[in-house]
């Protein structure tokens, strides 16, 4: 998403490219754009892996009327189709490994978004069906219709509220579960604080857990895993990697960057090892912390857990 979307101007297209490739090298095989994203976000990922195609899972999504949030939603039927023919000229590619429902659309039954999958993959367009930020009624729905391979949901240290109810449902159906921003949108890195501007366009400018006040509020955090990481000799980013990494067996975290110094950080937390005794004291810090500020803004925030 940052390449392009979200976090200020984004970078040009032949650095992304560059960027997503130098992933692979590094054995990375899980790649993860979306309509919202824009045209150019699926194209930078359709030229960078055209040539190793059948060595990767790409995932994208639909579900925005014309493929922008601040539209709200559509995933009507006839929609979805032109959103994965879409995809499939940027992509290079001619299926669509994973199709996630960006959001739960309240005014398309489910039964009718997960049957128009189920139909696309009969056709070969698309091969496994995903849905993100959908709350437990409309997983339980949706699989019924057509099995739901895995959930994109926020979670990390700073966001657990999938531990509830999320995660148990996820084992039952045996769901895989792809966290986004598991780094917290970079602030568990420990790369902000109260006085961090960020760029104009930069969509953390009007989410009410990054203001300045509860920048500062959430700093404790931020220091108590730079202590884990100190000892360890690793980083911050690494530490809640792998905290994540360490939850269940069939979680893939999604951590995005546009710099290479930071793919290459973010893919050795893969080495990161946490014993019990370092799991418990996170777990320990984690519970005795308060978090400060909605992860949304209100309009954003209704649109989730449906």
Do not use: C
Request: zero cysteines; charged letters at 20%; a negative charge.
């Amino acid at each position: 998403m940052g390449l392009s979307f979200g976090y200020g101007p984004g970078i040009p297209r032949a650095e992304g490219v560059a960027l997503i490739r130098a992933a692979f090298d590094q054995g990375v095989t899980f790649f993860d754009t979306a309509e919202a994203y824009g045209q150019l976000n699926e194209e930078m990922v359709g030229e960078a892996l055209q040539q190793v195609r059948d060595k990767v899972v790409v995932a994208t999504k639909f579900g925005f009327a014309e493929g922008q949030p601040a539209k709200g939603l559509d995933s009507r039927p006839e929609r979805i189709r032109i959103v994965v023919e879409n995809s499939l000229r940027n992509l290079r590619s001619d299926y669509i490994d994973l199709l996630y429902q960006h959001r739960v659309d309240p005014a398309v039954p489910m039964e009718d978004v997960a049957g128009t999958v189920k139909d696309l993959i009969a056709e070969g367009k698309v091969r496994h069906f995903g849905l993100s930020e959908a709350g437990a009624a409309s997983i339980r729905a949706a699989h019924a219709v057509q099995p739901v391979s895995a959930l994109q949901s926020e979670y990390s240290m700073w966001w657990r509220e999938p531990e509830a109810e999320i995660l148990p449902l996820l084992e039952e159906l045996g769901i895989g579960f792809v966290p986004f921003s598991p780094l917290g949108k970079g602030f568990l890195t420990g790369a902000f604080n109260a006085e961090t501007e960020f760029a104009p366009g930069d969509f953390r400018n009007v989410v009410p857990r990054f203001s300045a006040e509860n920048r500062a509020l959430n700093q404790s955090l931020v220091a108590r895993i730079g202590e884990i990481a100190g000892a360890k000799g690793v980083t911050n980013a690494q530490v809640a990697l792998a905290w994540v990494l360490a939850q269940k067996p069939w979680i893939v975290p999604i951590p995005g960057t546009t710099k290479l110094h930071r793919l290459s950080e973010n893919i050795g937390a893969a080495n990161v090892s946490l014993d019990a005794a370092e799991i418990a004291a996170i777990a320990e810090i984690l519970d005795s912390l308060k978090v400060h500020g909605e992860r949304y803004p209100a309009a954003s925030a209704r649109m989730v857990n449906r």
